[in-house]
């Protein structure tokens, strides 16, 4: 079962790049959604981090960055897969490289776990 949608992290970065971060921003919101779903909870306001995120020229989206991190490291967690990167990792290469750190993590879930700790169907 997947939750969340499969990305390619290094396309998100080229498109938000390309489009001067309107995708940046879908994809934010996307996400949020997806990290609501994956955790069971509403931790993520898809409408408010994006507003906030312009609102504020982009600094919410560190903010952002940093939550979205750790909430990708619980998901693989609690999904049964070894995170390849601690949180403060995924948050430094989000940051640098906009959302390649949280989405390498997300499709490391989608791809190989499954809710409550089993593995994906091969």
């Known amino acids: 079962m997947q939750t969340g949608q499969v990305r390619n992290p290094f396309v998100v970065y080229l498109l938000t790049m390309i489009t001067c971060g309107i995708y940046g921003m879908y994809w934010i919101f996307q996400t949020s959604q997806e990290l609501n779903d994956a955790l069971g909870r509403e931790e993520f306001n898809p409408g408010m981090e994006v507003g906030l995120g312009m609102i504020t020229c ?51 879930a989608w791809e190989n776990g499954a809710p409550g700790g089993g593995q994906a169907a091969v």
């Open 58 to 108: 982009g600094l919410w989206i560190l903010w952002w960055d940093w939550r979205a991190s750790e909430a990708a490291v619980e998901i693989q967690q609690s999904w049964g897969v070894e995170p390849k990167f601690d949180a403060p990792i995924v948050f430094l290469i989000t940051w640098f490289l906009f959302g390649v750190g949280v989405q390498m993590s997300l499709n490391n």
